[in-house]
């Protein structure tokens, strides 16, 4: 898992099947998590809100790489 090689701990990978309610990840990473459920469960369609949250943690430049990884 590409997650390891830069270092997320294991007790975080773990918590992935259930990021939601895991309560070892932090709010970024929620957003992070989400947005991908969003890309992935929603077909590409993200809400504004999560986006524009998003956009308070990361740079546009984040994002895309983030899309694009996802």
Same mark, same amino acid.
Request: net charge negative; hydrophobic share 50%.
């Given at each position: 898992? %590409? @997650?390891?090689?830069?270092?997320?701990? !294991? !007790?975080?990978?773990? %918590?992935?099947?259930?990021?939601?309610?895991?309560?070892?990840?932090?709010?970024?990473?929620?957003? @992070?998590?989400?947005?991908?459920?969003?890309?992935?469960?929603?077909?590409?369609?993200?809400?504004?809100?999560?986006?524009?949250?998003?956009? !308070?943690?990361?740079? !546009? @430049? %984040?994002?895309?790489?983030?899309?694009?990884?996802?």
């Amino acid at each position: 898992m %590409a @997650v390891r090689s830069v270092g997320i701990a !294991e !007790e975080k990978i773990q %918590a992935i099947p259930a990021w939601q309610t895991s309560g070892v990840v932090d709010q970024v990473e929620l957003l @992070v998590l989400g947005y991908a459920d969003d890309l992935v469960l929603g077909g590409g369609r993200v809400t504004d809100a999560r986006f524009d949250a998003l956009g !308070e943690h990361l740079t !546009e @430049v %984040a994002i895309l790489e983030l899309t694009f990884i996802t």
